[in-house]
């Protein structure tokens, strides 16, 4: 039972355009929501996140939206950079198990210059 | 800036062999996880630590996996016997409460 999935296995964006990556969940219980990027041989690197009593997180390039009546997710990369090409991991946190991360298949985001 | 380490960063064993793994997270961060990760998926979480105490080991092959963290400091994962299944990265993380901190992971092969 695949509870956060990332439906998009890739995406390509041109250098400086917006990149939007998606996530949806199916667990009503997530009350915390995290973007994490992963380059390869590496482990994945914190990038934004947001509580559900929010809608909307910014932090310099990277905003996520979460609307809750879809569960739904998305990060927003804005302007698009060649050095974010890596794979975006969406993950939630809540429910009956404290503390384990519930992450999505990721997103493969590849920015072309 | 604090990081997790890890140890070693790559793993090559024969299958039937044993595997250990090593964690030190961030300073002062009681929570410590073990994931794991196949190419091509999401991490897994293996088990989780709080201080020395196990607080989820549902998803931990008991039968060849075990994992400690004696002081409540770092931790070990170990794998015996290794199977060619287990050919995967392997990430630690921790936290202070919210947001987990990984490293950089072990890529194990099994051959």
Not at chain 1, 25 to 53: C, H, Q, R, V
Not at chain 1, 74 to 81: A, D, E, K, R, T
Not at chain 2, 48 to 58: A, I, N, R
């Amino acid at each position: 039972d695949q509870q956060v999935k990332q439906n998009s296995p890739s995406l390509s964006v041109q250098e400086g355009r917006i990149s939007i990556l998606n996530c949806d969940y199916t667990n009503s219980m997530f009350d915390y929501f995290l973007w994490y990027k992963k380059y390869p041989a590496e482990g994945p690197t914190f990038l934004i996140s947001i509580s559900s009593i929010k809608d909307k997180n910014e932090d310099g390039r990277f905003t996520v939206f979460l609307n809750k009546s879809a569960k739904h997710l998305s990060l927003h990369i804005v302007p698009s950079q060649p050095g974010d090409s890596a794979v975006y991991f969406c993950a939630a946190l809540g429910g009956t198990s404290y503390g384990k991360l519930t992450f999505g298949q990721g997103t493969i985001l590849t920015v072309h210059p | 800036e604090a990081e997790v380490a890890q140890s070693p960063r790559y793993k090559i064993t024969e299958k039937s062999q044993a595997v250990a793994f090593w964690c030190d997270p961030i300073s002062g961060h009681a929570t410590l996880y073990w994931y794991r990760q196949i190419l091509g998926q999401g991490p897994e979480l293996l088990v989780q630590f709080q201080d020395e105490s196990v607080v989820d080991d549902s998803q931990l092959p008991k039968d060849r996996f075990s994992a400690e963290r004696l002081k409540g400091v770092d931790s070990t994962l170990k794998i015996q016997p290794a199977e060619l299944g287990d050919s995967a990265m392997y990430l630690c993380a921790s936290s202070p409460r919210g947001t987990q901190y990984f490293g950089p992971g072990t890529r194990l092969t099994v051959l």
